[in-house]
């Protein structure tokens, strides 16, 4: 049994009274690994670390945190089997998710890397003689970080790389039920790049202490700033709590992310795209496709073929390279998921196909036709489950698609161009793709949420996040006041 330490300062460290809990594997439901049980002890310690090592981390010369950075990137690389294998194991991720985060966690580090030399201001016109005028922007200082499950190893990079390439340390934790692959692995990575003591750090806790790290990292002057990347209901309480402290932080939270597909649209391709961004990682993605919204003139035909998408999709052991549909994260993801459907019955859905547990913690692909007045049309399901609802025609597709309390992404699959980019201007979610699901995610790209899915950005705006903007001038002679 494999036991994971915390990493503090450079060092592999235990909690201070020894503890240890259990980490398991979703697939077979026994105990995976241990993990260091950590406590306020640990986490002031942490904080300690990635105070001292400010200083001297802001000041490393960019060239220097851009080859520490483009390092991490090739270890990673180089361990890629390692990181699908861990996924896999602890998470229940299987080979096409396990492969896109083999993929894309080393290309937030390496574009992390490409943006240590955006952290500049400019000068500025004044009307004032004599005297430069100037917008500084710097680093913050000690970021907190908390990452989630179900993505673990490339939302705890994006929680991480571009922070640390700005000049911030950090201090990352992830789900305990994710807690190898969701922070020990990069800590590995980052000890073996040679990474300076203090500049990342991983603290662990078992089940029911999360809220001591975030009540710590929003209440903790020494904090300066929050990543969060979890639900809305978390995300509402962390951001709270910041905003008593003055503390910024930037939110990824739910999403009950629409695919509208009009009645000019290619089916097929339609019904593809809706199977791959619903039921990549088991529906376990906080911008994965969770509604279909059709034009009811197309309705039934779209339905039948995600029918045929669905239950052609292999389910089992994430470990098989030919398994697409694996396990929910836990017990308590699968009580839920199951609850959702059942619920969902009760208020009159009709379950297409699927809408069974099978064995341990898998659930069948499923799909289900729901009506907007169902209350189970309102809620981010998080599981392999499909809803469909069905338009009168593409202006009351727009109306149901931004009819939901979320907007993280969305898809629009259309048989006209120009209708497509017309629809695209009036969905209400950060992200949105034209000819193609609401799933996907680029380091580089602008990754923003809107209404109750979150604030802030990543990928090539996340500068605005983890920086301080000033005014300094500078005045070249001594002025003449009138007192």
């Known amino acids: 049994m494999q036991k994971y330490k915390m990493y503090i ?194 603290v662990t806790v078992g089940p029911g202490k999360s809220r001591l790290v975030g009540d710590t990292f929003t209440s903790d002057p020494r904090v300066k700033a929050m990543h969060f990347t979890g639900s809305t209901a978390v995300g509402k309480h962390l951001n709270e709590q910041c905003a008593g402290h003055f503390k910024k932080i930037a939110l990824e939270l739910g999403g009950d992310d629409p695919i509208i597909v009009t009645a000019d649209a290619d089916l097929e391709y339609a019904a593809s795209c809706a199977t791959f961004g619903r039921f990549m990682h088991q529906g376990q993605v906080c911008m994965g496709t969770k509604r279909v919204v059709v034009e009811e003139a197309v309705a039934d035909e779209l339905e039948r073929k995600l029918v045929e998408h669905a239950e052609a999709l292999p389910c089992g052991d994430p470990l098989d390279e030919k398994n697409f549909i694996g396990p929910l994260q836990n017990e308590t993801q699968i009580e839920e998921c199951v609850k959702d459907v059942e619920n969902a019955r009760a208020q009159g859905a009709k379950v297409l196909c699927g809408g069974q547990k099978l064995e341990g913690w898998m659930y069948q692909p499923t799909v289900m036709e729901v009506t907007e007045e169902m209350p189970i049309a309102q809620k981010e399901i998080f599981g392999p489950v499909l809803k469909v609802l069905r338009a009168k025609d593409a202006e009351d597709a727009i109306r149901i698609a931004n009819n939901t309390a979320y907007g993280l992404s969305s898809g629009i699959v259309a ?69």
């Open 415 to 483: 048989g006209n161009g120009y209708d497509a980019i017309q629809m695209a201007q009036r969905i209400e979610s950060g992200i949105c793709h034209i000819n193609d699901c609401s799933l996907d995610d680029h380091p580089h790209a602008p990754f923003g949420a809107a209404k109750q899915s979150g604030m802030g950005n990543n990928g090539m705006e996340t500068i605005h996040e983890y920086t301080q903007t000033r005014w300094v001038t500078i005045s070249l002679k001594n002025k003449q006041y009138p007192v």
């Open 9 to 202: 300062n450079g060092e592999w460290v235990e909690a201070s009274d020894g503890a240890y809990y259990d980490d398991y594997n979703p697939y077979t439901r026994k105990v995976w690994a241990q993990v260091a049980d950590g406590g306020q002890p640990e986490i002031d310690a942490a904080i300690d670390a990635a105070q001292t090592a400010f200083p001297a981390w802001r000041d490393t010369p960019p060239s220097v945190k851009r080859k520490l950075l483009y390092k991490v990137a090739d270890i990673i690389e180089r361990r890629t089997p390692d990181l699908i294998k861990c996924n896999a194991e602890e998470c229940g991720t299987c080979g096409a998710m396990g492969g896109f985060s083999a993929f894309s966690t080393p290309e937030y580090f390496r574009e992390a890397a490409s943006q240590v030399f955006m952290v500049h201001g400019e000068v500025i016109p004044t009307d004032t003689p004599d005297t430069l005028s100037m917008k500084w922007v710097q680093p913050l200082g000690v970021i907190g970080s908390i990452t989630p499950w179900n993505v673990p190893t490339l939302l705890g990079a994006r929680g991480i790389a571009c922070p640390i390439a700005y000049g911030n340390t950090v201090v990352l934790k992830s789900s305990e039920c994710s807690a190898y692959s969701g922070s020990i692995f990069l800590a590995e990575c980052f000890d073996e790049a040679g990474f300076p003591p203090g500049v990342m750090n991983v």
